[in-house]
């Protein structure tokens, strides 16, 4: 549904240049919720907005929807940006009109007659739930509440592709999942494909099908999440699963066992301690549960022994299913 295909961006600033995408090339699959996480000048902004050509690139190729936006121009360039709808952080509505009268707004814009307007209108006010508020203005909405009044006009003229900039950064941990399931729920409906970004690593494990980090321009990694939890040495899963530091040396060997779904650690972990003889220390251990409902989870792990009783042990932990990875 959004490809990105080598795609370079340089800004030309008083201080030098700035490379903000450095031979970025992605895809996003149709009906996934994409998310791109990275700190702040990664050029995450940078890339959204080559997808909705805000931004255009100095080289490579972003195609959305069949479309090659980054080569279009005027009237074409005009119809191909219909394909995506846009949530921001500030949720950018307009204080004079109503809830509906912002997605009214957006359709208007769009050259939808009065008629069709308003039935649209309240049709998407309800799919967000605020058909009770859709008279309220911006003013006397709360923040959870006006970025749904963003969402529903985002999508009113029924986009392929939402794309979100920070939409749940300047909301309360329990108003970002709302937002986040709603977004997760209007996807699945609507068969809606979601590119998003932020800095905030549990919006990535709530929703995200898949992901990627960025840093300087560059997409360092990226994937379907549970393949990125199996990735040796991936960093977005080590952010995932904060196991602390490592302890000192002294002569053990340090792994990380993932298990997701069927797999459990647990009676693995005792049966390796009970009939391998191996006196097993477990150093940390974080559950999470990744986009909606997997159960996914990373045991630290101090094995004592000679390196073929730690190979033995490795090897009967990779035959229960698990991803182990070697720390040290
Ligand atoms: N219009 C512009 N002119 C000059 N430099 C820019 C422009 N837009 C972005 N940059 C620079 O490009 C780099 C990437 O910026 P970008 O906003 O894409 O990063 P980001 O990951 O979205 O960060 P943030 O979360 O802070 O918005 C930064 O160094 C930024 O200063």
Redesign the pocket.
């Known amino acids: 549904m959004i490809d990105l295909v080598d795609v370079s ?1 340089t ?3 008083a201080k030098g240049e ?4 450095d031979h970025v090339s992605l895809r996003v699959e149709p009906g996934e919720i994409f998310g791109i996480v ?12 080559t997808v909705n050509a805000l ?1 255009k690139p100095d080289s490579g190729t972003v195609v959305v929807a069949g479309r090659t936006i980054s080569e279009l121009r005027g009237r074409e360039l005009r119809e191909a940006r219909r394909s995506a709808g846009m949530i921001f952080q500030h949720f950018n509505l307009l204080s004079s009109r109503t809830a509906t009268g912002n997605v009214e707004l957006a359709l208007e814009i769009a050259g939808v007659g009065r008629g069709a307007r308003r039935a649209r209108a309240a049709e998407i006010i309800d799919l967000v739930g605020l058909s009770d508020r859709a008279g309220a203005y911006p003013a006397q909405l709360s923040g959870g509440q006006k970025q749904r009044v963003g969402i529903a006009r985002a999508l009113a003229d029924s986009p392929d592709v939402l794309l979100s ?2 939409a749940t950064s300047a909301l309360d941990p329990e108003t970002t999942r709302s937002v986040l399931d709603l977004i997760r729920r209007l996807s699945r409906e609507l068969g809606l494909t979601v590119l998003l ?1 932020t ?1 905030e690593m549990d919006v990535i494990k709530r929703i995200c099908d898949s992901a990627a980090l ?1 840093e300087n ?1 560059r997409i360092l990694e990226h994937g379907p999440m549970e393949q990125l939890l199996t990735t040796p040495g991936s960093r977005l899963a080590a952010e995932l699963f904060q196991l602390g530091e490592l302890p000192p040396a002294r002569g053990t060997r340090i792994v990380d066992v993932t298990f997701t779904r069927q797999t459990s650690s647990e009676p693995v972990i005792a049966r390796l301690a009970r009939e391998h003889g191996l006196d097993v220390a477990i150093l940390g251990a974080a559950i999470e549960t990744i986009h909606g409902g997997t159960q996914t989870g990373r045991t630290r792990l101090e094995i004592p022994g000679t390196g073929t009783q730690v190979d033995t042990a490795l090897t009967y932990l990779r035959s229960q299913g698990l991803f182990v990875e070697v720390v040290r």
Do not use: N, Y
């Open positions: 961006k800004f030309h600033t700035v490379r903000a995408l990275g700190q702040s000048g990664a050029g995450k902004s940078t890339l959204i907005r931004e900039d920070e970004i800095h960025m321009g």
